[in-house]
């Protein structure tokens, strides 16, 4: 190390541990893979020939209990990454260790479910969910025209960028009504649109180096809430 190096140079890459083993989980550790010097990574899943293909592919450890995981591996955070209908049960477990997590959405499946992960997080419990779309460059530049005025006052937006919550937040956002509480009014249309084949379903393959089974893109219709 030069004499140049400044103390975020030498300070210890952040530990890091993920429950779940998807298509988000590959997401994070190709990051960690790509700048070792800033993270290092571990894996909770259950399924023993999932967890051997992500060790032999990433080179992280795995375990098998979010318990085992946090005697033996002592992250700083803990990536919830799990079905919807496990999240809220495994944010709640990681969160009563004292651990630190972020979680991947959504959260819950129900509003008691989601009314629980709230109480936890207004409880002290450091809890951060992973709902990054309204901060991606393009998104926060038209909300910045926005607020500069640039456009007048926004009565209507139509997103084409982002299904279900994501694309929620995204017209809140452009619309200025933050939480408040909203008068909703829903339409259906359908469309041909032509779908590339990369999306969530072939992503676990894509990232892991596994074969798929599924070659091109398929038509599949859109829809408009």
Sequence with gaps: MDATSTSADRAAPVRFAIVGGGNRTALYLAIAETIPERFEAAVVVRNPVTAAVIAAKWRVPTFATIGEMARSYRPQFV?????PAASAAVIDQVAGLGLAVLAETPVARTLDELDAVVSL???GAPIQVAEP????????ARRRAIELGWLGTVSHVQFSAAHGYHGVTLIRDALSVGRTRVSIRATAASSPLFYGGQGDDRAPAFLYGLPSSEEGGRSVPSRQV
Excluded: G, K, T
Excluded at 79 to 83: D, G, M, N, Q, S
Excluded at 133 to 140: D, E, G, I, S, V
């Design 121 to 123: 997080a207004r409880s």
């Design 133 to 140: 779309c309204r901060f991606r460059p393009l998104h926060a």
């Design 79 to 83: 990536v919830v990454a799990v079905p």
